[in-house]
């Protein structure tokens, strides 16, 4: 846990230092990793289906501010669409346009969320996003993750149509909209992602010790079951070891987030008790795990060159420069290496001489 | 030389210039009435785009049906059930803006205020005519 600690303390600090760097190459990477999930859903168009234009995308989105992203996907994912059958494509941008005008344009943050659902669903870890909503948003998140499942489903009954259909008219366009209407591993999802939405924040919003990773991994449980349950009674063809691999993955990506988000030290706890002239108040305090990661010097010497550099390294080394700079004599006139290891009887013929 | 407490001021301005963008600080000089009516204009007219998608959609879902029954569809029932949930939507929609921009007009003015306060503190540091007085301690106007 402390290396855990010592670890976010250090890529804090350099993502601070090199933060004019690391945030457009971070925009980069969820630009590529987006129009990456896109090919892998819809990659019919030859020429958008490669890393090139999947490159060339994450530069674009890198340059733009991040709303413009979503423009961008939907853009793509039409000219995709476009490849094999217009008639889906229009129909496709104006789905997407409608989504726009009533949901995105009051709420944009949420259209993140609308995006993010179908990129986690083709890197098979969509369980992630009711457990991160239930644990930094409000219940209302349900509404955009509900939006996400349809996109993607749309997208996949899309892909569906057009490779049993042998027409290639505006009956497409019926066709796509009847399976949909009747996927029903798209109701099942939605429903399940919202037990899990809500389940999860009530969970963190409970006073109780370890409340975010009890909520963490009874979300990722909740969602194993529920969707196990639902398999078994209705039959809707999930692959099971890609619902477990999905559900781990999802839920060691939250742990980690959560904990990088907010580690709580619970040990440290505090009930304080104090009134007003208008309240009594019960408080409980919980601090913040925090460690900071000591600089050390570090010397190295030997015959050709005496090289100095700055390391962040762990507490217990800090003896070793002491120990090293009073051997600097014998050190600068020898270049040798050695190991000393010793075990516990060592220890104790030591401890007895002393 | 660097004048600390002026320095704590500007970094203040660009947060809360950072955190309510452009837009709201430039919205901040509008009338109450005037900022309601132009977002729930604004609102309604994109649910009324909206609509015409949703019923454009429904068209082409329908359209073998309308073209075989191109002359026996009563237009006027059709014209009907097309525009009085129209209306009834946009009453809707104009109520529920209207409730929302009154009270986010009162979060965001709160706001505004409190970068304005800064802006004033900040303009104590130079004189009328724009130039940044030589000391920092003369209010200069």
Redesign the interface.
Known sequence: MTQLLVLREQLQKFYQRYTLILSPLFRFFIGFITFYAANRVVGYNPILNQTLSEVISGIISMLFPAQVLLFFVSVFIVLQIAYVSYYLAI?TA??F??LY??YI??VPKHGFVILAMPVLYALNIPYAMPVLMGLVATPAAVVPIGMGVVVYYLLLDTVYVIGTSTENN??L??LL?QQLASDTQMYVSIIIFTVVTFIVYFIRERKADYAFEIAVVTGSFLNLILFLVVNYLMDININILHLLTGITISCILIWFIQFFRLPLNYTGAENLQFEDDEYYYYVKAVPKMSISAARKKVKRFNTHHNVEEEENLDTTLVQQEEDVKENKGIMSEHDFDFTVSLDKEDLEEIEKKN | MVNEEKTRIMIKIAQYEADLGEKVINEGSYYKTDYVRSHTLSAILSFSAAYALILALILLYNIDYIFVNFITINYVKLCFEIFVPYILITIFCAIISSIYFNGKYKKDREEIKKYYLELKRLEKYYSVSGKETADDTVTGA
Do not use: D
Request: aromatic share 22%.
């Open positions: 129909t104006m789905m346009a409608v005008f009533i344009r009051f505006i009956n366009y019926k909209m």
